[in-house]
């Protein structure tokens, strides 16, 4: 069998670990994002926001433990439950986060022109 060759191009994990990179992570699950805060402090590099982090108004202490500084949470306002992982989320989660003192930001969801989402 053929020896594969290696890609010496940095891969997008190692391009992430350097300190000039922003990183933005799509997760929904407080399971996940416990996981990703502890990746942050083990690997010391930050996240600046979690994407549809819809279960992250569950666990707003544990969030403040990330590496560096409290990444800031994105999250649809009410379009929330179009599948199992976004289940758990609350309309009133922005209300929980800002609370908490740090940057929640909503996301609207816009028809096409076929009405479809």
């Not at 594969?4 to 933005?24: A, I, R, W, Y």
């Not at 799509?26 to 926001?49: G, M, R, S, W």
């Amino acid at each position: 069998m053929a020896q594969q060759q290696k890609n010496l191009v940095p891969s997008q994990t190692t391009c992430k670990l350097s300190p000039d990179e922003q990183v933005h992570i799509h997760c929904y699950e407080a399971v996940d994002l416990d996981a990703f805060i502890q990746l942050t402090n083990k690997f010391k590099f930050p996240i600046a926001t979690f994407h549809h982090a819809h279960e992250a108004y569950l666990i707003p202490e544990l969030l403040k433990k990330a590496y560096n500084h409290t990444p800031a949470v994105a999250m649809f306002g009410s379009f929330a439950r179009f599948k199992r992982e976004g289940y758990r989320h609350s309309t009133y989660a922005p209300h929980i986060l800002h609370n908490a003192v740090w940057a929640t930001l909503l996301a609207r969801v816009q028809r096409g022109k076929e009405g479809k989402l």
